[in-house]
């Protein structure tokens, strides 16, 4: 289970919309607690791949995963999962998603069709590596404007 603010999610809609129709990417700041994933912040990082590629899978340069995990672990954080966008595709992990995922983490996934924003699904690896589970999105008190 995931519990996230609608600010963050709203953050990773409007970051998916942004860089349509290139596949946008970045971490889920938080902390584990219980089984769960309580994410405080969104991090927006660039995707690393060619100009061609993006349209179709993310990558997060390990530099860039490193300074993620930096700046969560300076704030007493984790980083706990990770989001990308599907540009006119479904908001379901791919083949690609499922051979570069780690277990434990939560992966958000926001459709974008034509431009907008439209489904966003979590989803969590089998700890066998064999497939995805959907997981519940819960609402958390960690928006910005709740102090
Ligand atoms: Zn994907």
Redesign the pocket.
């Known amino acids: 289970m995931i519990e996230i603010a609608d600010e963050h999610l709203r953050e990773i809609r409007a970051h998916g919309e942004r860089d349509y129709p290139f596949?946008c990417c970045g971490l889920l700041i938080g902390r584990f607690e219980n089984g769960r994933k309580v994410v405080s912040e969104t991090y927006a990082i660039s995707n690393a791949r060619e100009e061609e590629a993006k349209r179709n899978?993310?990558l997060i340069r390990p530099e860039e995963l490193m300074r993620g995990e930096k700046y969560a672990r300076e704030k007493g954080l984790d980083v706990v999962g990770f989001y990308?966008s599907?540009p006119d595709d479904r908001a379901v992990?791919?083949k690609?998603?499922l051979d570069h995922a780690w277990p434990s983490y939560s992966y958000i996934?926001v459709a974008v069709e034509k431009g907008h924003a439209a489904d966003l699904r979590s989803w969590e690896m089998e700890a066998d590596r064999s497939r995805f589970n959907e997981e519940e999105i819960t609402p958390s008190p960690f928006g910005r404007g709740s102090g």
């Open positions: 596949e899978r993310f990308h599907h992990p791919s690609y998603d996934v």
